[in-house]
T-cell receptor
Framework: AQKITQTQPGMFVQEKEAVTLDCTYD???????LFWYKQPSSGEMIFLIY??????QNATEGRYSLNFQKARKSANLVISASQLGDSAMYFC????????????FGTGTRLQVFP | DAGITQSPRHKVTETGTPVTLRCHQT?????MYWYRQDPGHGLRLIHY???????DKGEVSDGYSVSRSKTEDFLLTLESATSSQTSVYFC???????????FGPGTRLTVT
């Protein structure tokens, strides 16, 4: 079974609009962490935002926020005021428990921002 | 930006030859990781290290070995390269093992 599911292979958004990238996860461990990474066409992996399973509030980092719905096991990334430079692949990832070896990635969503 | 470099950045090699990829960090982080990225699979963990000379297997470790003799260096060796190991390889580091991982620029390996 997929541990991390990103159901949107591609998304389009107009510049200055907000966009939500979906991520659902599957774990029975009460302690876990959720991460989002951005991969532009240049290929590097850029850490964006982190949410711990015990965090009471949704994580925010600048224009990025994580819409964490624990009961639904979803951790959607919201990008506000999209910019052309946001065009990239976005990966959701999960770490289960305190296990250092296990960062499991989804297959990614390609976001394209148009003027 | 985290100080992580990978070498070489690009390599073409023939089936059956050994290949070693190097990851070097200047952050003094304890944890280091090797991933491979293939279309349709996201990133998958190959091996990781939780200290000097301490390593363990990840999800796709067959055909790969690693070594870490210094905190700053983590080597990935393909013992006898196969075409299925054509991929982009990323190194990552983490200070605690449970916080965010920071990635190197990647190595594109082609096995012909």
């Amino acid at each position: 079974a997929q541990k991390i599911t990103q159901t949107q292979p591609g998304m389009f958004v107009q510049e200055k609009e907000a966009v939500t990238l979906d991520c659902t996860y599957d774990t029975s461990d009460p302690s876990y962490g959720l991460f989002w990474y951005k991969q532009p066409s240049s290929g590097e992996m850029i850490f964006l935002i982190y949410q711990g399973s015990y965090d009471q509030q949704n994580a925010t980092e600048g224009r990025y926020s994580l819409n964490f719905q624990k009961a639904r096991k979803s951790a959607n990334l919201v990008i506000s005021a999209s910019q052309l430079g946001d065009s990239a692949m976005y990966f959701c990832a999960m770490r289960e428990g305190g296990v250092a070896d296990k960062l499991i990635f989804g297959t990614g969503t390609r976001l394209q921002v148009f003027p | 930006d985290a100080g992580i470099t990978q070498s070489p950045r690009h390599k073409v090699t023939e089936t059956g030859t050994p290949v070693t990829l190097r990851c070097h960090q200047t952050e003094n982080h304890r944890y280091m990781y090797w991933y491979r990225q293939d279309p349709g699979h996201g990133l998958r963990l190959i091996h990781y290290s939780y200290g000097v000379k301490d390593t363990d297997k990840g999800e796709v470790s067959d055909g790969y070995s690693v070594s870490r003799s210094k905190t700053e260096d983590f080597l990935l060796t393909l013992e006898s390269a196969t075409s299925s190991q054509t991929s982009v390889y990323f190194c990552a580091i983490s200070s605690t093992g449970v916080d965010e991982q920071y990635f190197g620029p990647g190595t594109r390996l082609t096995v012909t």
